[in-house]
């Protein structure tokens, strides 16, 4: 599960890096590369926030109970 976590958080980089170089390219073809990158951006960033929460939801990962306040 953390390797699948990884590769998509890897592929929104990708995906993001190629909507760069869209808009660099300007022009037509650039914007329509710029847009269906950062559409695939968004649906893999929402993917990946709904898995998570499923994840938690069947108990396939779980809090680590993590306290900032100091204890005496």
Excluded: H
Excluded at 22 to 41: I, P, T
Excluded at 44 to 66: A, D, H, K, R, T
Aim: charged share 15%; proline share 3%.
């Amino acid at each position: 599960m953390d390797y699948f976590v990884i590769a998509i958080i890897v592929l929104i980089f990708f995906f993001l890096g190629a909507a760069v170089i869209g808009l660099l390219k300007g022009g037509r073809e650039g914007s329509d590369k710029m847009f269906k990158a950062l559409r695939m951006r968004i649906i893999l960033s929402v993917f990946l926030f709904v898995f998570l929460l499923f994840s938690n939801y069947i108990g396939w990962i779980e809090p680590n109970n993590f306290n900032l306040l100091p204890t005496q």
